[in-house]
């Protein structure tokens, strides 16, 4: 028989939850000294700090008892606004609309660089950004996606008005579900396409399209960051300690990726955080610069927050200067001397993969769709 339950008095309630760590303040919401943090994630590629981070323990090594929650973009976004996650790694420009809009969150330190593209139908008339005037840009699913926002701010550095709903339009966007941009192309809908990583390798490698702006290589865009760590703004008010801590560990996570990208993949991979093979998750995965870094991050929430501005991302009363620093967010012992002094293991076997050309890539992936891409293409 079961023994009676005993009865539970206040005060044993109360002992019970500060023995389970949940009372004053040790569980996420009930305080500002927490130490138990939800750090969410999407399943992407480039999330592997987050993933690394977990399971080598650099989380726990500052403190924290860290739970992985999956999510969604639009939940992940509100998420972090409300409190509800205490962290993630996301790309800059999809952050700063909706720190425009009064979302609580706040950049704190740079991951990886970008796989964000323009690229012009091969065959064409189009020679440089500036022949887009008129024509017909294909991007992945809606306005508003990564490689849209990039695109954006590429056409308007060249002196083509990007908005959809200016009259005349300057240039026309179609929205198309990821896989669909080359039969977009090939059919001739569309001129040109704004992608990301795997989708303009494998476009380049079926030799379908050429590059006319690429986020990792033209200046000024490959200096920049395209995905940063970043936590709410309760965090950051409540217990900003926590926030550095957990930001310290995803930058740790970011520097073990830069060793170890194919251990990272891998790992990724075997722990289910990701649906791709190790093969694939590893090729994409080495295609991104992990560079941890502060100063720069902050460069480049500014220059981001300065070319929405001007490709009209953003409403005509902001000051793009003041959103930057609105979104930034400096945390004590988060700095860049703290990571260049960052040491990391390096796995055996687990340094960056025999890269494919354009064209063994696209192969790679035909008849294997699993969505392996880094962060730009599932939004």
């Known amino acids: 028989m079961r023994a009676p339950t005993p009865r539970r008095t206040p005060l044993v309630l109360v002992a019970s939850l500060l023995a ?143 908005r959809p709903d200016k009259e005349p339009k300057e240039v026309e966007w179609i929205a198309f579900p990821p896989s669909e941009l080359e039969l977009a192309l090939k059919d001739k809908r569309v001129d040109a396409v704004a992608t990301s990583d795997p989708i303009g390798t494998i476009l380049i490698g079926k030799n379908l399209v050429e590059v006319l702006a690429d986020q990792a290589v033209d200046a000024p865009y490959s200096e920049e960051y395209c995905c940063a760590a970043v936590v709410s703004g309760k965090l950051a008010r409540d ?76 409403k005509d009363d902001t000051d793009p200067e003041e959103l930057a620093k609105r979104a930034w967010l400096d945390l004590d012992g988060v700095t860049d001397e703290w990571v260049e002094g960052l040491k990391v293991e390096k796995v055996a076997g687990g340094g960056p993969p025999k890269l494919l050309d354009p064209a063994g890539f696209a192969a790679l992936f035909e008849g294997r769709r699993s969505c392996c891409a880094c962060c730009c293409l599932s939004e």
């Open 239 to 314: 217990n900003p300690k926590a926030a550095a801590r957990v930001t310290r560990a995803l930058l740790k996570g970011a520097k073990w990726v830069n060793e170890n990208p194919t251990a990272a993949a891998n790992l990724s991979v075997e722990k289910k955080y990701i649906a791709s093979t190790a093969e694939i998750n590893a090729q994409a995965l080495s295609k991104l610069r992990y560079i941890p870094g502060v100063s720069r991050c902050r460069e480049s929430v500014e220059q981001a927050a300065k070319d929405m501005k001007k490709a009209h991302l953003l």
């Open 20 to 162: 389970a760590g949940c009372f004053a303040s040790l569980s996420p919401g009930c305080g500002s000294g927490s130490n138990q943090l939800k750090v969410a994630y999407l399943g992407l590629t480039c999330e592997a700090p987050i993933f690394v981070a977990q399971e080598k323990g650099f989380f726990k090594e500052e403190g924290l008892d860290v739970q992985l929650v999956a999510t969604d973009w639009d939940r992940l976004r509100e998420g972090l606004g409300t409190g509800r996650f205490d962290a993630n790694h996301t790309l800059i420009m999809y952050l700063l609309k909706p720190i425009e809009n009064g979302t609580d969150l706040k950049i704190t330190g740079g991951i990886h660089t970008g796989c964000l593209r323009l690229q012009k139908a091969v065959g064409s008339d189009i020679k440089t950004v500036k022949d887009l005037k008129g024509k017909k840009i294909g991007i992945p699913t809606h306005l508003g996606s990564p490689p849209y926002l990039f695109a954006s701010r590429v056409l308007a550095a060249n002196g083509i008005d990007p």
